[in-house]
């Protein structure tokens, strides 16, 4: 019985110790395919149809542009065609095979291990061909989940078929899961697997096996998107050697914001990222494929004010040559991409710039079409909230476990501005998640913290609402208000600042967590003993990502001001004599020792900050012109504005 007693212990303690560290799950769904209908691109099994001629090639490039597989290529498209999940590919884009399904949730197949996505080429001619060969290159995990050595990724082909016979396909290639690895190179001989696959019509098709166990959070629920396989360079060609030196020079990686650290920023704060945050060096990382070195014939940067249909061109230095098989990443300083927006700026309210790199090479467009994968694209977007996260998740983040009741997470941002800028929202990503175990009671509140040293300090709001996690808020992007006493509210917030969530109840939130940017350090949580005090409790998070939480700002230009930040409560809060000329008092109805005094002047800008006392504050050296004195309580971060004159 004691050791009953005791296992029971331990299991409590384990999952009481689960909630007390965030954690990072795979998502239910896939929120670009979600409720997608999957499309037939050919008629895959009559042999009447018409056929592709050689070469057959597809590396994934048009990534930027759809994420479904190109019709000419392919016959269906349960994959994901995507840049989000492969660590450094052959060239930008690939096809991703999950434990997702063709209308973009987790697969709910009755056997532990079973097919899942596949992948089935057009057919082809390959009549009176002969020395014909299928080549791509495959990882495994990516930033993904790895697939267990009982998974696996399969090569299947097609045998001739007759009308009114059952399709018949046969395994020539396999391998077993394992954990990351770069991309390796799979060839295979088609004649060598069976001369009778040399017909017109012929197909071979990828298929994933996947293994999906049990939501041990979640009894009776699958666990989320598991097992990646991600593909890309597909070829099928005459002659073994030029799948082994294709000729061609691609783009390997994605550019970088020119924004440091950001995707996004508000309009209005866009000339002051330039002056301090501008990133000015524009960088492209590229593959020589071939076994001879290649001349890189110049690079291209071009910028297009999507909105305005503006566009200017630069041409970049020559790069030297890049050696066979090598990496290079070119770099080179570049003029301020979005001057062609400042001239206008007062007269919109948003503006979206793609920003495009692209060589120029050697490479052959025919028989095989490479130079789609010379270009790197970025799409910059300046509206009225900040963006780190790339808008597509990867995981989720929250805590397990049944004690989440209390904890709170914390993402640092900083603004641009160099006076006070109103923060009047904040936008989170919740993952589409499986109907069962419901979420509706999972219920959390909207909080904002001032900076402390790089960690979060004084609550400046927690909202009056609390909110619940709802299907229909999932899968997307939800504006949050700040509302206090049921009037919306703008809180003035400093160059670093925290924004986040404060959980009611237990549950497993899953926010949506980008893995292709490392916020590492700007991302913190609290278990929620010391919640609301300073420096109390707080910890940062290990995970190496961005947690899908944006600030939203008013674009008014003029300052923030007690005008336009209602009182949050009555404190009695006195301020006189006002007008002053030498001295003010800042009285209130019960003194306390927890509150502090700030003053700002007409600009937003802090000039005055200590604890509060009884005894008159100095204002002899203030120039003439209002003033604004806010008191902060310590403890509740709950404040009160006033206005005074300086005479």
């Not at 394992?178 to 696959?197: E, G, K, W, Y």
Request: aromatic share 14%; net charge negative.
């Amino acid at each position: 019985m004691k050791i009953v007693f005791v296992l029971i212990f331990i299991a409590v303690c384990n999952v009481f110790a689960l909630a007390q560290t965030p954690s990072l799950v795979g998502l239910d769904h896939n929120p670009v395919l979600l409720n997608r209908n999957v499309t037939m691109l050919k008629n895959n099994v009559c042999v009447e149809v018409d056929t592709v001629s050689l070469p057959f090639f597809d590396d994934f490039s048009y990534y930027w542009r759809s994420h479904k597989p190109e019709p000419k290529w392919w016959v269906d498209d349960y994959v994901f065609i995507n840049n989000y999940f492969p660590v450094l590919p052959r060239s930008n884009g690939v096809a991703t095979f999950d434990g997702i399904d063709d209308n973009g949730a987790v697969y709910q197949a009755p056997l532990p291990t079973f097919a899942a996505d596949k992948l089935t080429s057009a057919p082809l001619d390959l009549d009176n061909q002969s020395d014909v060969w299928l080549s791509f290159f495959y990882q495994p995990q990516g930033m993904g989940d790895d697939p267990e050595p009982g998974d696996s990724l399969v090569i299947q082909f097609k045998y001739p078929t007759e009308e009114d016979m059952p399709e018949r396909w046969r395994s020539v290639w396999s391998v077993p899961g394992t954990t990351l690895h770069p991309f390796r190179l799979a060839i295979i001989s088609i004649d060598s697997v069976d001369n009778a696959f040399l017909y017109k019509g012929f197909q071979f098709r990828f298929v994933n096996y996947v293994s999906l166990d049990q939501d041990q959070f979640n009894p009776g629920r699958r666990s989320g998107n598991v097992d990646h396989w991600h593909v890309d360079y597909v070829r099928v060609e005459t002659d073994r050697t030029s799948h082994t030196s294709s000729q061609d020079v691609s783009v390997i990686a994605p550019m970088q914001s020119f924004i440091r650290g950001y995707r996004a920023i508000p309009l209005n704060q866009l000339s002051a990222a330039i002056a301090t945050s501008l990133e000015t060096t524009f960088e492209i990382t590229y593959r020589n494929s071939s076994t001879t070195p290649q001349p890189i014939l110049g690079v291209v940067f071009t910028s297009t004010n999507v909105y305005g249909n503006q566009t200017s061109v630069v041409n970049l230095d020559r790069p030297t040559q890049i050696e066979a098989g090598e990496i290079y990443s070119f770099r080179q300083n570049i003029f301020n991409p979005f001057s062609s927006l400042l001239s206008s700026i007062e007269s919109v309210d948003s503006a979206l710039f793609e920003l495009r790199g692209f060589l120029m090479t050697n490479d052959p467009v025919d028989p095989v079409d490479h130079k789609r994968n010379d270009t790197v694209r970025f799409f910059q977007f300046f509206g009225d909230y900040f963006a780190r996260d790339d808008g597509n998740p990867e995981s989720g983040f929250g805590f397990l476990g049944f004690n989440a009741q209390g904890c709170a997470i914390a993402c640092r941002h900083q603004s641009f501005l160099p006076h006070l800028a109103g923060l009047n929202a904040i936008k989170i990503y919740f993952n589409a998640t499986s109907t069962e175990p419901p979420t509706s009671p999972y219920r959390f509140k909207i909080a904002v913290w001032d900076d402390n040293n790089g960690r979060p300090g004084r609550q400046l709001f927690i909202s009056d609402s609390i909110y619940r996690l709802t299907d229909d808020v999932k899968g997307q992007f939800n504006r949050y208000k700040l509302i206090k006493n049921g009037v919306p509210v703008t809180i003035p917030v400093g160059r670093n600042y925290w924004i986040g969530v404060q959980q009611i109840t237990s549950g497993f939130l899953n926010i949506g967590y980008d893995l292709n940017f490392n916020d590492r350090g700007n991302l913190w949580y609290n278990t929620g003993s010391s919640f609301g005090d300073v420096n109390e409790g707080w910890r940062a998070d290990i995970h190496t990502g961005t947690l899908m939480i944006r600030p939203v700002f008013i674009l008014d230009n003029s300052t923030v001001s007690s005008t336009e930040i209602p009182d949050i409560v009555d404190f009695g809060l006195k301020v006189y004599p006002n007008p002053a000329s030498h001295f003010v008092r800042v009285d209130i109805d019960d003194f306390s020792a927890d509150f502090i005094v700030e003053i700002f002047n007409s600009s937003g800008q802090l000039i005055y900050r200590a604890a509060h006392t009884n005894e008159s504050i100095d204002v002899s050296a203030f120039a003439k012109g209002i003033y604004f004195v806010r008191l902060v309580n310590t403890k509740t971060g709950k404040m009160q504005t006033e206005k005074f004159i300086v005479n």
